[in-house]
């Protein structure tokens, strides 16, 4: 059974540019979440995709956004993009996302905003 | 406001002894909680989980001990391995949001040493 898939995993922008994450999540997995690894700030969430809609939104400004498609495959987006951007951005898939289940992650796009 | 927190950023053990990685948490609403181990570069990897309604999963070489009192959970590696080397991160949920949204610590980077 193939894992989380990320792509790309590494990126390098510019100030100002936006940038498409994408997110590939586990067979059968409906539930997609993205987070935000930095130093200074650890392992912070970003929001979630169930069926499509958001379900869930972390305190990010709204220059990040994503979306969901049919086969649960999820993109995130950010525009304008600022030097603080520069981070580990991870994806998760689960079964549904609720109670009591577990979120398996990909490997991670790193971003370098210059 | 953290609301989970590993309080030690290190820690280092011998090979063959006991590794035991510490998790306190603040919101009495978190029901789920998961342990996940990191190498650089990588996606966090699901270790571990247990439920409010437990004080105790096991895995192998793995332990989890949870102590709702005292909002305290523990990850117990016995015998600690050199593979075991990596950035261990504690994690909790809260309701029906569970694998939705993970509230992450900051993690404690654990060493064993040969």
């Known amino acids: 059974k193939a894992g989380v898939t990320q792509t790309p995993r590494y990126l390098i922008k510019t100030r100002g540019q936006q940038v498409t994450l994408s997110c590939s999540p586990i067979s059968g997995h409906r539930s997609v979440s993205w987070y935000q690894q930095t130093p200074g700030q650890g392992l912070q969430f970003l929001f979630e995709y169930f069926s499509e809609t958001q379900r869930n939104k972390g305190n990010f400004p709204g220059r990040f956004s994503g979306r969901q498609f049919s086969n649960s495959r999820s993109e995130m987006n950010v525009s304008t993009l600022e030097l603080g951007d520069s981070a580990l951005y991870l994806c998760?898939?689960?079964?549904?996302?609720?109670?009591?289940?577990?979120?398996?992650f990909g490997q991670g796009t790193r971003l370098t905003v210059v | 406001d953290q609301q989970v927190k590993q309080n030690s950023p290190s820690l280092s053990v011998q090979e063959g002894r006991i590794s035991i990685l510490n998790c306190d948490y603040t919101?009495?609403?978190?029901?789920?909680f998961l342990w996940y181990k990191k190498y650089p570069a990588e996606g966090p990897t699901f270790l571990i989980s247990?439920?409010?309604?437990?004080d105790k999963n096991e895995d192998g070489r793995f332990t989890v001990f949870l102590n709702k009192s005292a909002k305290h959970l523990s990850l117990h590696i016995v015998p600690s391995q050199p593979g075991d080397s990596a950035v261990y991160f504690c994690a909790a949920s809260a309701g029906v949001e569970g694998a939705q949204k993970l509230v992450f610590g900051q993690g404690t980077r654990l060493t064993i040493n040969p």
């Open positions: 919101n009495s609403m978190f029901d789920y």
């Open positions: 998760a898939s689960s079964l549904r996302g609720g109670m009591n289940t577990e979120a398996f």
């Open positions: 247990i439920s409010s309604i437990k």
